[in-house]
C-alpha cells in the first residue's frame, strides 16, 4: 500500500544548498559478479572526497542489476546504504541517499518501496520504460511513485534512452508535493531551460532543487544564473549541484569544482579560467562518455578510469556488449595525460588501501 510521505525540509534545504553527487558505479569481478570490496571501496572514496550525496542504482550503476539473471538491485542498495552509514557515523556527516527507480508503474512502486524501506532519502525516477505514451500517464505515474518516496525528477538524453520532455510536463511535473529536485541532463541547451522556466513558473522555486546532469556543460551550467519572468516578476536561479556519472571518477576535484563556481558566484565574478577548466572537462566527458559513438562505451569509460587508479579491477559490464569502443581507450590515455589536475590520482593513491580494506 502506498505510504504518503512528509518530505523534510532538512532534505530540501541540504538539496538546495548544492552538493555533489555522484552516480555510483558497479564493481565486478572477471566473472562480472558483484565484487563487494571494491564496491565498499567506491562508496569510501566518494565519501571521502566529499560527495555530499550518492546516487546508487541509476544507469552508471547498470540498469541491468534489476534482471532476474543477476538479481543486484537491493543488494547493491544495501551495501551502499550499510557503507554509507557506517562512515557517516564516523565522522558526523549525513549524505543525501538517492535510489535509482526505474521501470513500468508496478515495478516503479516496488523499488520505491524498497528504497525507502532501506533508508534512501529520494529517489531519481527513471521514464525511460515510457516511451510515446501521453503527458497524463507519465505524470499519474511520476505521482503514484511519489506516494512512497520523495522525487528527483530526470530529464535523460535521448541518446541514452530518455525521451523528450516538455515545458508542459515539467510545469505539471513541478506541482507534485514530493518534487525534491530535477536532475536536468537532455544534453540539449534549449530543452534544459525549458526544465528551468517550469520550476521558476510553477511558485516552488524555493523547494525544487535544480541538479546538472549535462556532463558536456557543468561549468556552464553552475555558474549561470537564469533570470525568468513570471507573472509575480522576474526570478532568478540557478542550477546548484550536480548529479553526474563523470563526478563518478575525479570526485574529489569535482567537490573543488562546485565550491570555486560557488565562490565565483558569490563573487559575482567569473575568471577566464574557470571557463578554460570547463573547456577541459568538457573535453575530457567526451572521451570518457565516449561522445564520438553515441555514448556506448560511457559507463565502460568511467570503469577505465578507475581501473587505472586501482578502484576497480577492470572494465566489466553485466553485458559483455557493453565495453570500451574503438579508439576510446586511447581517448582516455590522452585525457588522463592532459588533464592530470582532474584525475584525483594522488589522493586515490594515499587512501586506496584504506578505502579497500
Known amino acids: 500500500m502506498a505510504v504518503i510521505r512528509h518530505t523534510p525540509?532538512?532534505?530540501?534545504?541540504?538539496?538546495?544548498?548544492?552538493?555533489?553527487?555522484?552516480?555510483?558505479?558497479l564493481a565486478l569481478n572477471s566473472a562480472r559478479k558483484l565484487d563487494e570490496r571494491?564496491?565498499?571501496?567506491?562508496?569510501?572514496?566518494?565519501?571521502?572526497?566529499?560527495?555530499?550525496?550518492?546516487?546508487?542504482?541509476?544507469?552508471?550503476?547498470?540498469?541491468?542489476?534489476?534482471?532476474?539473471?543477476?538479481?543486484?538491485?537491493?543488494?547493491?542498495?544495501?551495501?551502499?546504504?550499510?557503507?554509507?552509514?557506517?562512515?557517516?557515523?564516523?565522522?558526523?556527516?549525513?549524505?543525501?541517499?538517492?535510489?535509482?527507480?526505474?521501470?513500468?508503474?508496478?515495478?516503479?512502486?516496488?523499488?520505491?518501496?524498497?528504497?525507502?524501506?532501506?533508508?534512501?532519502?529520494?529517489?531519481?525516477?527513471?521514464?525511460?520504460?515510457?516511451?510515446?505514451?501521453?503527458?497524463?500517464?507519465?505524470?499519474?505515474?511520476?505521482?503514484?511513485?511519489?506516494?512512497?518516496?520523495?522525487?528527483?525528477?530526470?530529464?535523460?538524453?535521448?541518446?541514452?534512452?530518455?525521451?523528450?520532455?516538455?515545458?508542459?510536463?515539467?510545469?505539471?511535473?513541478?506541482?507534485?508535493?514530493?518534487?525534491?529536485?530535477?536532475?536536468?541532463?537532455?544534453?540539449?541547451?534549449?530543452?534544459?531551460?525549458?526544465?528551468?522556466?517550469?520550476?521558476?513558473?510553477?511558485?516552488?522555486?524555493?523547494?525544487?532543487?535544480?541538479?546538472?546532469?549535462?556532463?558536456?556543460?557543468?561549468?556552464?551550467?553552475?555558474?549561470?544564473?537564469?533570470?525568468v519572468r513570471t507573472p509575480e516578476g522576474t526570478l532568478r536561479l540557478r542550477i546548484c549541484g550536480g548529479l553526474l556519472g563523470q563526478w563518478a571518477c575525479g570526485t574529489r576535484r569535482a567537490v573543488e569544482l562546485l565550491d570555486e563556481c560557488k565562490g565565483c558566484r558569490d563573487a559575482e565574478m567569473i575568471p577566464s579560467s574557470i571557463l578554460t577548466l570547463g573547456a577541459e572537462i568538457t573535453d575530457s566527458n567526451a572521451a570518457i562518455f565516449d561522445a564520438a559513438n553515441g555514448f556506448k562505451g560511457c559507463i565502460a569509460g568511467i570503469h577505465e578510469i578507475l581501473r587505472r587508479q586501482g578502484l576497480l579491477e577492470g572494465t566489466w559490464c553485466l553485458d559483455p556488449r557493453e565495453e570500451l569502443s574503438p579508439g576510446q581507450a586511447e581517448e582516455i590515455a590522452r585525457i588522463y595525460q592532459a588533464y592530470p589536475h582532474l584525475t584525483d590520482e594522488e589522493f586515490i593513491l594515499q587512501n586506496r588501501d584504506a578505502w579497500l580494506r
Not at 13 to 19: D, I, V, W
Open 38 to 227: 571494491r564496491q565498499r571501496g567506491l562508496t569510501r572514496y566518494y565519501h571521502a572526497a566529499g560527495a555530499g550525496g550518492i546516487a546508487v542504482g541509476v544507469h552508471t550503476t547498470q540498469f541491468a542489476i534489476r534482471h532476474p539473471e543477476h538479481d543486484l538491485l537491493k543488494p547493491v542498495l544495501e551495501l551502499a546504504i550499510d557503507t554509507l552509514s557506517s562512515i557517516d557515523s564516523a565522522s558526523d556527516r549525513t549524505t543525501v541517499k538517492i535510489a535509482g527507480v526505474c521501470g513500468l508503474t508496478r515495478q516503479a512502486v516496488v523499488e520505491a518501496a524498497l528504497a525507502r524501506d532501506l533508508g534512501y532519502d529520494a529517489c531519481l525516477l527513471s521514464l525511460s520504460a515510457f516511451n510515446e505514451v501521453h503527458d497524463d500517464e507519465l505524470l499519474a505515474h511520476c505521482r503514484i511513485v511519489g506516494e512512497e518516496i520523495s522525487l528527483i525528477g530526470f530529464y535523460l538524453q535521448p541518446a541514452v534512452g530518455g525521451r523528450v520532455l516538455s515545458h508542459g510536463f515539467w510545469s505539471r511535473f513541478a506541482e507534485i508535493p514530493g518534487v525534491v529536485a530535477i536532475k536536468i541532463a537532455p544534453f540539449n541547451r534549449y530543452r534544459s531551460l525549458d526544465v528551468i522556466r517550469a520550476v521558476a513558473e510553477s511558485g516552488r522555486a524555493h523547494e525544487i532543487a535544480l541538479y546538472t546532469g549535462n556532463d558536456d556543460s557543468i561549468v556552464t551550467d553552475l555558474l549561470t544564473e537564469h533570470a
Open 9 to 25: 525540509n532538512s532534505l530540501r534545504t541540504r538539496l538546495r544548498s548544492g552538493l555533489v553527487i555522484p552516480a555510483h558505479p
